[in-house]
């Protein structure tokens, strides 16, 4: 039992505390100026309302900073009132492990604190972000409630306690709080033992099947070691940098062709295994990367929506198909074919939460690498991996074969995100209000042999709760089914990113090249918005 006493501390808002598409996210030094996590802590903690002697689950992706922010963040839910916090082994949480644990546990809500894919390091990224208590990230009403919040905040209460041992699994008490430290795998591993065929992938990886799983020193190494060498007999060495690094070891871990690109060149060597994956910096994401074939995220969004049924865990088949706006419309092929309800909606996981607890959605997707379930209110990374798994030990294909086999089924969506990265903000915003200008021009205009059908700023009318977001990116839509979409990143930490989504559908061309198919459509992507004009750059400086 530890002595405590609740201090309150005086602090001032600091006018930078928005949160953006999945949370609060600085650079370190930023998070480190004194009160900056506090306040942010204490604005989540006053946008909530009946959380006295209730579970608060909270856990990080074991990033540089990760340990300080844990043990502020559980000293100042112990001054809040919070009965229990659950907390990863050494502050490890994978973000999907979090909302299982949330949703298994029956906790109130959750802290997360990850950067996802940013880099991390004294110099990287942290981020802090809410889940409420369905698992899922706080809706725009509460990240509102609590930005407003952090304008007005006058004063903390955190309990003056020494730090918990953050490595010895089981409890001990902070003033009237209890702390319960877990092992961040167990939950989540006897989650994919209900949802996959365990028995049958076993099986395949007996037979010869071999993989290699990037972690890319980040959050997802001792989950993927556990589950994919340990119960499932993949070959020792399966999973590569599987130790998480408060500094992923210098790298980004962005499972995109660009960071990955280790991985990208052995599926594509002469001695390629047969299934290539990685995940990011808090396991939210996943790469697919077939012996010989790039699955894009989209279109591996569209495979596993229409094979899902071979595994045990939607075996009685999908409610309905959801996906980001940016993400690619190979999804919506696969929901008209099954006859499901396909859903469209704004970037960023929140939008995905309502559609999931009202049974409206099943499966759902974004084009960034993310894909996930109704098992939890999070996109999945290995779960993603596993589903693959699955329908490939129930094929018996390679998934060069299963893709060619969905492209003559569905027709293929070529697509291409190109991210202009830390340009200035300026030009940015003038570029998208540039746009935004043009949107009642464009209609009936041809470039080449393009002609647009419509152009508009998205918005989102949420069906379930009938809330309404604008802005949520300029669609420029051509009369063939071409697609351009633009809008602004809301993760970046320095200066403003542009990210141009280009896509374009092929009923029977099924064998072009990437950059080929969509060649016509990004010099007129680049060309509509002035991209050179406004960031001064000719080129992105990722294209995924
Ligand atoms: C990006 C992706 C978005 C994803 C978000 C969080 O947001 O585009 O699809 O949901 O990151 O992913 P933005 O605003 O930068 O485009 V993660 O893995 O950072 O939690
Ligand atoms: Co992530």
Redesign the pocket.
Known sequence: MTAATITTVATTPFADQKPGT?GLRKKVPHFRQPHYVENFVQSIFDALDGFAGADLVIGG?GRFFNRETIQTAMKMAAANGFGRAIVGRGGILS?PAASNLIRVRGAFGGIIL?A??NPGGPDGDFGIKYNASNGGPAPEKTTDAIFARTKSISDYRILDAPDVDLDAVGETRLGDMVVEVVDPVAEYQALMEKLFDFPRIRVLFAGGFRMTFDAMSAVTGPYATAILEGALGAAPGTVINGTPLPDFGGHHPDPNLVHAKFIYDLAMGPDAPDLCAA???????NLIIGRGIFVTPSDSLAALAANAHLAPGYAAGLKGIARSMPTSAAADRVAEAKGLKAYETPTGWKFFGNLLDAGLATICGEESA?TGSDHVRE?D?LWAVLLWLDILSARKQSVLDIMRDHWRTYGRNYYARHDYEEVAAEGANALMAGLRGQLSTLPGRSFGALTVKSADDFSYHDPVDGSDSAHQGVRVLFEDGSRIVYRLSGTGTAGATLRVYIERYEGDRLDLETGEALKDLIALSRELAGIERHTGRTEPSVIT
Do not use: A, I, L
Request: no cysteine.
């Open positions: 999945s992706d973000t990850s996802s894919h995940s990011d910096g808090d396991g939210d994401r993310g996109k990374g």
